[in-house]
Every structure is written in structure tokens, then in C-alpha cells.
């Protein structure tokens, strides 16, 4: 159900989502629901966005604060790697563009 920040992640990441694509010059699609793997049914995801004339290219916005995008400019924390190549496994993409958006 998550807690105040992750609805407030939420609630930023439309936004994030476009000066994302504004900053890139990339057409985000934003999936309509969960993705599934070709041949393993329980596995799943929900990418962010895919670039709509690239399906191998996915999108992760993450919403953090001042303090977590400092410390994100030096080490990625490992389950949010893992949250990228849990994706690009499922949907088979070679690619998953992650940024932090913060107040820095």
C-alpha cells in the first residue's frame, strides 16, 4: 500500500515523466497495464514508460529529495538496479533509462 512518500512519488511522477521526455526529446508511452514475459507467466512488470519508437528502451522515473539524490549522484542503490534489469528482463529490452528527479 506504501506510506506518504511513495504517494507523493506518485503524485510527482507524471511531471518527472515529462521533463524526462522534455530533456530527451524522447515520446514517453506510458503502459496501460503490467507486462508480461513471453513465456513466463508470472513474470511481471510495470516500466514507467517506453519510448514509443524504441520498445527495447524503457523509462524509470524515481521522485527523490535533496538528500537521496545527493547520494544517488555516487552509488545506485542496489534494489533499485535490480528493479531495472527485473524489467529489461521481462519485456526483453536493452535498455532502461533511470534518473533521479530531486530539488537539487
Given at each position: 500500500?506504501?506510506?506518504?512518500?511513495?504517494?507523493?512519488?506518485?503524485l510527482c511522477e507524471p511531471r518527472?515523466?515529462?521533463?524526462?521526455?522534455?530533456a530527451t526529446g524522447y515520446d514517453?508511452?506510458?503502459?496501460?497495464?503490467?507486462?508480461?514475459?513471453?513465456?513466463?507467466?508470472?513474470?511481471?512488470?510495470?516500466?514507467?514508460?517506453?519510448?514509443?519508437?524504441?520498445?527495447?528502451?524503457?523509462?524509470?522515473?524515481?521522485?527523490?529529495?535533496?538528500?537521496?539524490?545527493?547520494?544517488?549522484?555516487?552509488?545506485?542503490?542496489?534494489?533499485?538496479?535490480?528493479q531495472c534489469q527485473w524489467e529489461?528482463?521481462?519485456?526483453?529490452?536493452?535498455?532502461?533509462?533511470?534518473?533521479?528527479?530531486?530539488?537539487?
Amino acid at each position: 500500500a506504501g506510506n506518504i512518500h511513495t504517494r507523493l512519488g506518485q503524485l510527482c511522477e507524471p511531471r518527472a515523466r515529462q521533463l524526462y521526455a522534455n530533456a530527451t526529446g524522447y515520446d514517453v508511452h506510458i503502459p496501460p497495464a503490467s507486462v508480461f514475459h513471453p513465456t513466463i507467466p508470472w513474470a511481471r512488470c510495470t516500466p514507467d514508460g517506453i519510448i514509443a519508437t524504441d520498445p527495447d528502451h524503457l523509462v524509470q522515473i524515481k521522485c527523490v529529495g535533496y538528500f537521496v539524490g545527493r547520494a544517488w549522484k555516487y552509488e545506485l542503490p542496489i534494489e533499485i538496479e535490480a528493479q531495472c534489469q527485473w524489467e529489461m528482463f521481462v519485456t526483453g529490452a536493452k535498455r532502461d533509462d533511470l534518473g533521479p528527479i530531486s530539488n537539487q
